[in-house]
């Protein structure tokens, strides 16, 4: 039996929450816009990959908390096995430790189910345009973080990269299009966005100017 087709331009979504209600509410929301499908339903983080294997998704919208196989985990599951996938965490728990633990699972984006009427629409266009969606208070708690490490005498710690990460980076800020950086790695030109995305979000930065003055900084490229 074949999968149903999609309209073209249309963003397929992977939902995975292990209360049927909440997946009820929230599927509501998403599909009652035009550019927006839940084409898979899981009620834990497992059945949330084998969703994945199975069906042609853009976006896993994940609920942190979840038996068996919580969001954070499967998010790092989904992160390796489909790179290309955007991921947003769906919780009740405005927490900076899950917050954290989220965007290092490869997440770009962290919504209150208290506000999913309100964010939720927003943060899956945002996350297919490879730009983070943090509500007020996850902003918050990233600039007291960095604020916390200035404090301490840190920079912002280039560990954080992984060499991917530092590639695209050096590529970047030596000027190279994403379709020339994608053709140099031997990768996607989505995933050369994302990468770019994973950065401006893990180090704080806002462009290329402000990539390449970090580049400059870390000793990746001569000013």
Do not use: W
């Not at 800020?173 to 994608?182: N, Y």
């Not at 950065?199 to 100017?209: H, N, P, V, Y």
């Amino acid at each position: 039996m074949t999968e149903p087709t999609s309209p073209a331009g249309t963003i397929r979504i992977l939902l995975a929450d292990d209360h049927a209600l909440v997946r009820r509410g929230v599927r509501l929301i998403l599909d009652q816009e035009p550019d927006l499908e839940v084409v898979a339903e899981g009620g834990d983080g497992a059945e949330a990959i084998d969703m994945a294997r199975t069906h042609d998704i853009d976006l896993a919208v994940l609920d942190i908390a979840m038996p068996r196989m919580t969001g954070l985990q499967a998010a790092r599951e989904l992160a390796a096995l489909k790179p290309d996938l955007r991921i947003l965490m769906l919780t009740m728990h405005d927490n900076e430790q899950y917050f954290f633990q989220a965007l290092k699972a490869g997440a770009s984006g962290y919504v209150l189910k208290s506000v999913a009427d309100r964010d939720l629409v927003a943060a899956c266009r945002a996350a297919m345009r490879d730009e983070p969606f943090l509500y007020p208070g996850a902003v918050t708690a990233l600039i007291r973080n960095y604020l916390d490490r200035a404090r301490q005498g840190e920079e912002t710690p280039d560990r954080v990269l992984t060499p991917r990460e530092e590639e695209v980076l050096k590529l970047v800020a030596e000027g190279h299009s994403s379709k020339e950086i994608a053709d140099l790695l031997f990768i996607s030109i989505k995933t050369v966005q994302r990468h770019r995305a994973n950065l401006l979000q893990k180090l704080g930065l806002r462009d290329r100017l402000e990539l390449t003055r970090y580049a400059i900084r870390v000793g990746l490229i001569e000013p």
